[in-house]
């Protein structure tokens, strides 16, 4: 059967959109956005409705004990499927295309080739992987880590949530403590389909963007002890003063990346002072360090810096810094091979595409270690994500499909 860009083969556009807005039902904002924390109700919702597709398009469901779930479709042949997928969960503050889009379009690509009775050469897989945000329980892309064998299974079911949740009981609680091993089976390649999530394609007006590299991503959490006393009575010379000294890294890291220049990133997204009071000095803080670049010493210097300002805080303010690592990942090159196909199944289908680099973390740089495994970027509108604002417009979330669907073809041939 000629299933070429050329036999007309497409996504069914309608199809995948409502698939789209059903699954952002799934705790759903009052603002339009989405909250699926992972592992939480709304994250359970949205999983079990990402389950109930599967099962109706025939695909073989398989849940490992992390909770990633994979949903196959046999090919003519048995052996490693190429597999595409990305996540469900959320950021407390997300759109309705972060992850959802790639899990989404997945399935309606299986559509596509159920509809027109195709059978590939090798089998293709659906898979979401647990806790890609990394915004409940650290590291991000936590599920796929552990899937490549990053992280010991044990270790990650024992990660706790700020609240003291566990993992492995909220794992349970949902349902999704799976018994299939992880790590299981080989992987013939990997594609992730996700809005670019920056303002590249859209100021460019490219409809596609084939991933040819991933910034490394660096996480850490920084505690501050100082000592609470009257904010009326207390000479400036004798305080120690938590939220001055968490103000004071947040100011210091944006300065670092003007300092190092280039491609350096910083944030610092949580600040959480003790007792958080207008007349009372703090005594305590909790915030992070989110420091991310694609060169990979540039990133160990902004770390370094990083560390010694700390110390010199700690000494010049009279307060103890102490520092816990959430996360850390080496930049990632992926596969020329895939990011070409991708590049150039898009230009068949008439897209304009140019080469990307991902600024967010995503599963497909922890499955780029085990096997071949490149992105497709669509549009994001006003580069907007993580806020419930993030957009795409309908006919970009439709062609990334079909490029999805064209570039799985050909890697299943
Ligand atoms: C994951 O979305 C990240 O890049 O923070
Ligand atoms: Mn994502
Ligand atoms: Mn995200």
Known sequence: ????????????????????????????????????????????????????????????????????????????????????????????????????????????????????GVETRRPLCVAFFTGEEGARFA?????????????????????????????????????????????????????????EQGPVLEAEGVTIGAVRNLQGISWQEIAIEGQANHAGTTPMRLRHDAGYAA???????????????????????VIDLEPNLI??????????????????????????????????????????????RLARFEPVVFDAGVADTIARVAGELGHSVRDATSGAGHDAQMLARVCPAAMIFVPSIGGISHNPREDTAPEHLAAGADVLLHTLLELAR
């Open 1 to 116: 059967m000629d299933t070429s860009v050329a036999s007309g083969l497409r996504v069914d556009r309608a199809r995948l959109l409502d698939r789209l807005e059903r699954l952002a039902q799934h705790g759903a904002r009052a603002d339009g956005g989405v909250c699926r924390l992972a592992l939480t109700d709304a994250d359970r919702a949205g999983r079990d409705q990402v389950v109930a597709w599967m099962r109706e398009l025939g695909l073989d469901v398989v849940v490992d004990a992390i909770g990633n779930v994979r949903g196959t479709r046999a090919g003519r042949e048995a052996g490693p499927p190429v597999m595409t997928g990305s996540h469900v969960d959320t950021v407390a503050t997300g759109g309705r295309y972060d992850g959802s889009y790639g899990v989404v379009a997945g399935l309606e690509v299986v559509a596509a080739l159920n509809d027109a």
């Open 139 to 195: 590291p991000d892309m936590l599920g796929s880590l552990v899937y490549v064998g990053g992280l010991p299974l044990e270790e990650a079911l024992a990660v706790r949530d700020a609240g003291g949740a566990v993992l492995g009981d909220e794992l349970r609680r949902c349902g999704y403590a799976g018994d299939a091993p992880v790590g299981a089976p080989e992987v013939h390649a990997f594609v992730e389909l996700h809005v």
């Open 247 to 269: 103000a004071a890294v947040a100011h210091f890291l944006r300065g670092l990346t003007r300092r190092l220049g280039g491609d350096q990133l910083a944030t610092c997204g």
């Open 279 to 324: 007349n009372v000095i703090a005594q305590r803080a909790r915030l992070t360090a989110d420091l991310r670049n694609t060169d990979e010493d540039a990133l160990r210097r902004a770390e370094a810096e990083l560390a010694a300002f700390l110390e010199q805080l700690a000494r010049d303010e009279g307060v103890t810094v102490s520092t816990r």
